[in-house]
């Protein structure tokens, strides 16, 4: 049973920093295409950034790019995405996804 368990979550203050990550068992981690989603309060799901298998591809929107870094670790079946520079439209609920499959997702609160 394929299962996302994403962590690191917090308070920080506008300009610093949180590293997410999301641990995936269930399927071969190393092939698939990972991506993270960001959910604001009241607001749609968005998606962030994706990643290929082999992390030879890397994508962002553009709210985040320059500022957020994914990454992963193929050896431990983990997903990771670095945020700089936060800013408080960043808070919200961030989930990892493969495919039609959801972690329960993370909060982070960017506030002075």
């Known amino acids: 049973q394929e299962q996302l368990v994403e962590s690191g979550g917090g308070w920080v203050q506008p300009g610093g920093s949180l590293t997410l990550s999301c641990v995936g068992s269930g399927f071969a981690f190393s092939r698939e295409n990972m991506r993270w989603y960001h959910q604001a309060p009241g607001k749609e799901r968005e998606y962030v950034a994706l990643i290929s298998g082999q992390s030879f591809v890397k994508q962002y929107s553009n709210a985040v790019r320059g500022r957020f870094a994914v990454s992963r670790d193929n050896s431990k079946n983990t997903l990771y995405l670095q945020m700089n520079n936060l800013r408080p439209v960043d808070t919200g609920v961030y989930y990892c996804?493969?495919?039609?499959?959801w972690g329960q997702g993370t909060q982070v609160i960017v506030s002075a």
């Open positions: 996804n493969h495919n039609e499959e």
